[in-house]
């Protein structure tokens, strides 16, 4: 089993910029993929980005690309997602996951953290 759990939302102003961490812990040697997805009310979860622990390459959606970035500290397990350019419409809950398999980066994922909500304020 592997446990996520993630950091860093909040309320920020449109333009601004925060970061979001989320910790594995447990048997966390054989995950291939880590991910972020989010969601807002409403509407259904929706991938943002996804990085193999192995080699680094990454994926992003397109609403995201050029102001998010998905990197990952193996050692420390944990994976971050740097948002950069916030909008209004980036508000949401936004959800870690983790793949033990190799699938495509929108998933599906095995494991997924509570969440932490981002607002973005206009």
């Known amino acids: 089993q592997v446990q996520l759990v993630e950091s860093g939302g909040g309320l920020v102003q449109h333009g601004n910029s925060l970061r979001l961490s989320c910790a594995a812990s447990?048997?966390?040697?054989?995950?291939?993929?880590m991910a972020w997805f989010r969601q807002a009310p409403g509407t259904e979860r929706e991938f943002v980005a996804a990085i193999r622990r192995s080699g680094g390459s990454t994926a992003y959606a397109d609403s995201v690309k050029g102001r998010f970035t998905i990197s990952t500290d193996n050692a420390k397990n944990t994976v971050y997602l740097q948002m950069n350019s916030l909008k209004p419409e980036d508000t949401a809950a936004y959800y870690c996951a983790a793949s033990q398999f190799f699938r495509p980066y929108a998933g599906p994922y095995d494991y997924w953290g509570p969440g932490t909500q981002v607002t973005v304020s206009s």
């Open positions: 447990g048997r966390t040697f054989n995950i291939y993929t």
